[in-house]
């Protein structure tokens, strides 16, 4: 969700900037979200709103207050325990009633608080990056303070900047990618931190404290400003030119929390979710350092005209050191719906007797729909397209089918129902509550199932929200086996977004400048009875993954409502799994225990989960630089590894829309990784990358599992089958 590096804010204390006549806009967004929202009736005078076990009491007006406090300071490094402290006791008590009076005094006066920070903090940042280090201190610095206390006073500060600003020189100093000297990047990273400070305006300012008020509600409730709009409105049409990356801020990073599919950055394969944007730079140009640089302006850096080159220097998600730079050339590109439509494959392998099997590999990366043109009933639908893949599938003679749903976000509702109707025909597909505890339930339109035949769902905690209520249905219809992360991202509720301008007295002056507000209203439930909502879907069988962490999913985002049921639907159930699940996933649980690719997942998230429960980095130069080279010696003997046993992978066809009526389907090619940056390289260093030792992208060992577990699953069902028949036969 955006934070202060995402949107602007403003100096309230500048008398050359009037405050704007935002009270009324700010009056309305309160009365929407008392009224309309999902916890409805929840106001900002609430003295108990509810809250997650691990949170202390508060009331809904020091939640909003704590949330604008997180936004502006996100590391509590700028303000104190004494302005957090006098700000709660002077504003907490009377919030509710002045924001709806339109009395925006709070936020204007808790902003010019944290502007005079900021100024008197640079400065003493600019002198401490001038002045000399040797890196050889033993001293450790906390590298996520989000959970940490506010400094006490400017001494406890003084001492927590000193160690901050030694941090980031070493990091520069380390980094294989130089843009500037140290001194130079990281007096020029807070100089113009301080620059986008002291150009805000009002209306910003008051944009980043709705903000904080509406995801007060839950993390999913939000309000946007018309730029924000314009720029939602954009992402929305999927046809933006740029690399295909949805992009949020983190800490001071741009982080990377989708990369959609079919556009530049998934073609090219390199770029991940929460990889973190270090510094960009322009076809040959230098590179720009962009931490702690507004999100709009790192968006604004990284889009450009189709068939332009942009580098990435970024932060990898499993690096255990914030110094290792990787860089990525991306060819920018249209990012179309097309590429983001259902796709297949007709796998050839072998079963348990070595006989040809042939096995299905359905691709959603979203659950699209098209609205009718001109009535001429060609509007394109995930669950449309779908069923011409799986017809030609079918033809194809596939024993088996996996649904890849790993980096599906959702989408449309209604085609979630109807793509759940081609396995399970008719029935209960999904449960809506709303604010009034009125539940409702949606059921598909399939007079029969399409499909019939076994199938394996691999989802992980980057699936949410429509690929979830599809995963949870196939589940409590004993449909589908689900195999994957430990659970899915957690996304169970509803939104629908609302012109603030509208719900504002009439001819008022702001009505047509107003934003929007996108306002939960309903949560979801499954045919079972138990909630999407932050428990998510739980795997049936797990697989080791490196998304499979807590910091991804829905209990990781701030207000996320809770987990609840309500009373399940009777549905016919196939129980073509339960009676296979234990066997199916002691069989898995062999095959990953000698996998080496699991290993090295194992080992990674091992690595990770340690770094992040440590939560602190050395300042000793010596110990950094041993760390990185034992982390590049490992690197390197995995790609030695790799070529010792070399996988082969199994003969596929594709099955796409381009290709699903043609005579015979195009063999589908193995991927290769990218030429190498053809820029010359500022260290010998990324010569001998390990990453770069090899041209074929690293193998999904996963992928390869799930195609296991389906082999067995397929046989154990064979097997039922032929002993019922042979049964019947003896009768």
Known sequence: MPILCAGSLLCAADTNKTPTDMGPVAATVVRMLEQGHYLHPLSLSEKTPPHAESEPDQTMAQRVLKNYFQLLDYNHLYLTSGDIDEFMDRFAPTLSTSILQGDLTAPREIFTRFRERVEERVAKNKALAAAPHDFSSTKTVQIDRKKAPWPSNNEEADKLWADRIEAELLQEHLNEHPVNPPAKVVSKRYEQFRKDILEQNDEDVIRTFLIALSESYDPHSEYMSPSDMENFNIQMKLSLVGIGAVLRPDDGYARIVEVVPGGPADKDGRLKPNDRVAAVAQGKEPFEDVVDLKLDKVVEKIRGAKGSLVRLQVIPANATDPSKRSVIEITRDEVKLKESEAKGEVIETKDADGKVQRLGWLTVPSFYAEMERHGEGDAKSTTKDVRRILERMKKEGIEG????????????????????????????????????????????????????????????????????????????????????????????????????????????????????????????????????????????????????????????????????????????KFNFTTPFLETLRQHSEERVAKEPEFHFIQEDMKILRKRLDQNELSLNEKVRKEELAKEKERKKERVAERKEHHAIEPISYEVSLDTVDKPELPRVTAKKKPAKDPVPKSSDDEEQDPDSDTTTVAPDPIRHEAINILQDFTSMLHSVKTAGATHNNNN
């Open 401 to 572: 089918l996996v649904i890849d749903l790993r980096r599906d976000g959702g989408g449309s509702l209604e085609e979630a129902i109807n793509l759940t109707g081609l396995f399970v025909g008719p029935g209960p597909v999904v449960q809506a509550k709303d604010s009034n505890g009125r539940v409702s339930v949606s059921e598909d339109n399939e007079s029969q199932p399409f499909y019939t035949g076994p199938v394996v769902v691999l989802a992980n905690r980057l699936s949410a929200s429509a690929s979830e209520i599809f995963a949870a249905a196939l589940q409590d219809y004993g449909r589908a086996v689900i195999v994957g992360d430990q659970r899915s991202f957690g996304k169970g509720t509803v939104q629908t977004l609302l012109d603030v301008g509208k719900f504002m007295p009439l001819f008022h002056a702001q009505s047509s400048n107003a934003g929007s507000l996108k306002l939960t209203i309903q949560k979801f439930y499954r045919v079972s009875g138990g909630s999407t909502q932050h428990r998510g879907v739980i795997s049936d069988i797990v697989i080791p993954s490196t998304t499979d962490t807590p910091e991804i999913g829905e209990g990781s985002l701030p207000n996320p409502l809770a987990y609840d049921e309500v009373d399940p639907q009777p549905i016919k």
